[in-house]
């Protein structure tokens, strides 16, 4: 296992069109992260799912944005009517919830750029 | 959420220890520290995480303050490779809350 993957890597896109990322975790890791960065700040959280479960969406998601991950495995995150300002690095993250801890492992990101 | 506070940025020379500060005076009893750094052009990576007492491992150590309001990440002998974004992060136990809350954390520079 390579670690958390996501495809693609780079997304150039028109706005007002809509965009799908995936996201591959670490098998076996229960629980699955979106976070968006832009440049110069840290990550901010949007979604995350306890197995297929959505447990918790954060402000930033808005209508616009929707996650999935349909059998507890991979993930998409799907964004339609783009924006000028959904151009950013969406990150996905997965961890394995044991006890109280709970390392999260991160994928390379995809760079979604909209013209 | 309980926040941080970090320097903007600092600068290491090769090879030298380098102690990154993080200020959380509002952390509750029950807040783990994380440190996660991120180099360029890559997703965060863990580096170490505590809750009270202080924590070495095979990438750095955290030596965490006795009230707990303050932490520091030592990196023992900074290498070019280091150079990243250090974030200082809290969050209470993982079974009640997952998400990580980043700030905008500490732009490591190393020069050779």
């Known amino acids: 296992d390579t670690g958390v993957s996501q495809n693609p890597r780079h997304k150039i896109t028109k706005r007002g069109q809509n965009v799908t990322f995936r996201c591959d975790p670490i098998?076996?890791?229960?629980?699955l992260y979106w976070y968006r960065q832009t440049l110069g700040q840290g990550p901010e959280f949007l979604t995350y799912?306890?197995?297929?479960?959505?447990?918790?969406k954060s402000r930033l998601l808005s209508d616009r944005f929707s996650a999935e991950r349909p059998k507890g495995s991979f993930s998409t995150l799907e964004i339609q009517r783009t924006e000028q300002g959904d151009s950013a690095m969406y990150l996905c993250?997965?961890?394995?919830?044991?006890?109280?801890?709970?390392?999260?492992?991160f994928g390379p990101g995809t760079r979604l750029t909209v013209l | 959420d309980a926040k941080t506070t970090q320097p903007n940025s600092m600068e290491s020379n090769e090879e030298e220890p380098v102690h990154l500060p993080c200020n959380h005076s509002?952390?509750?009893?029950?807040?783990?520290i994380h440190w996660y750094r991120q180099l360029p052009s890559q997703g965060p990576e863990y580096v170490i995480h505590?809750?009270?007492s202080n924590v070495n491992n095979r990438m750095a150590s955290l030596a965490i303050a006795e009230d707990r309001k303050s932490s520091t990440l030592i990196l023992h002998r900074a290498t070019l490779r280091d150079a990243a974004v250090y974030y200082c992060?809290?969050?209470?136990?993982?079974?009640?809350?997952?998400?990580?809350?980043f700030g905008k954390g500490t732009k490591l520079s190393v020069k050779p």
């Open positions: 098998s076996e890791h229960n629980r």
């Open positions: 505590g809750l009270t």
């Open positions: 799912f306890q197995n297929e479960a959505q447990l918790e």
């Open positions: 993250a997965s961890s394995l919830l044991q006890g109280a801890y709970n390392e999260q492992f």
């Open positions: 509002t952390i509750s009893g029950t807040d783990y």
């Open positions: 992060i809290l969050s209470p136990p993982g079974g009640s809350q997952g998400n990580l809350i």
